[in-house]
């Protein structure tokens, strides 16, 4: 398992967030045509709690993508058969030759939701753990390149989505009753969670864990960890160091004085400063 952090982005403004957003998304189209090109198979997993903004990263990555060589998988409540028949019901959603698909949720929801809301039986729980690795090596093997996601939030973080939901017309149908009874098994879900990530975490693909209770870094952080993953033609990406200097949103106040418009550096190097007068002064 991998918690991956870019903890630059915490520091970026409205501004930078565009630029940055802007450049990785290039970036992201020059992978989409290498993997066009060269015939490369990928398949990108979100998994994480209700509200933890699995769709809302997927739109940012799939936004100015070629729409013929993506697809969007969301699959509704399974049939018995295809509860029966767990594996096959995602074999037809794999990549093809040439093309990008994100599972906004995936397999693994019997590994969370459904085993924590008793919609398996422990049975089928059970030999999913012991098939799944078997089963995604075979596509591996095949040429697959699968990243799994895990997008993580704290409980109040989920609250306050929630809450927003439930006073928002424009949000509300996004909350179900459904969502309200998962996130009153918190705890069921966290101990399911993880066993998934301690069983079906591996060299060829880890699950990667991304902070999500800020959901611009949450969407950046996801879209750098795939373009520093996979090696793809006439590849540029910049590090956070060669834009952290341009960031000057940060301000230190001494005595009712305000020095505002200071970049990251400044900052620290200034409250250092004034935090040994106060020392002094006291």
């Not at 991956?4 to 930078?16: F, I, T």
């Not at 992201?28 to 990263?57: H, M, Y």
């Not at 306050?160 to 149908?173: A, I, M, S, V």
Request: charged content about 30%; glycine content about 4%; some cysteine.
């Amino acid at each position: 398992m991998i918690n991956y952090d870019v903890s630059e982005y915490n520091r970026l403004n409205n501004d930078l967030y565009r630029k940055e957003k802007r450049s990785l998304q290039i970036e992201f189209l020059k992978l989409q045509n290498w993997a066009i090109s060269e015939g490369k198979k990928i398949a990108v997993v979100f998994e994480g709690r209700d509200a933890a903004g699995k769709t809302d990263t997927i739109n940012l990555l799939a936004r100015h993508l070629i729409p013929d060589h993506f697809r969007y998988v969301h699959l509704g409540i399974p049939s018995e058969n295809e509860s029966k028949k767990w594996f096959k019901r995602y074999e037809k959603h794999m990549p093809k030759t040439g093309e990008i698909v994100f599972f906004d949720r995936s397999w693994y929801t019997r590994a969370t939701v459904e085993i924590t809301m008793g919609y398996c039986t422990k049975r089928q729980y059970t030999h999913f753990m012991n098939k799944v690795i078997k089963w995604e090596k075979s596509y591996i093997n095949d040429g697959l390149i699968l990243i799994k996601f895990y997008l993580s939030i704290e409980k109040r973080q989920q609250s306050k989505r929630f809450n927003e939901r439930q006073t928002d017309p424009l949000k509300l149908w996004k909350l179900s009753s459904n969502d309200l009874r998962m996130a009153d098994k918190w705890e069921i879900f966290s101990f399911f969670k993880e066993q998934m990530f301690s069983n079906t975490s591996y060299e060829e693909s880890p699950w990667v864990v991304i902070n999500a209770n800020n959901k611009m870094v949450a969407r950046l952080t996801a879209l750098r960890y795939l373009l520093n993953e996979i090696e793809y033609d006439n590849k540029k990406l910049s590090k956070p160091k060669s834009w952290n200097t341009a960031i000057h949103n940060y301000k230190v106040s001494y005595k009712g004085v305000d020095f505002p418009g200071l970049s990251y550096k400044q900052y620290k190097t200034l409250q250092r400063l004034v935090d040994t007068i106060k020392k002094l002064e006291n």
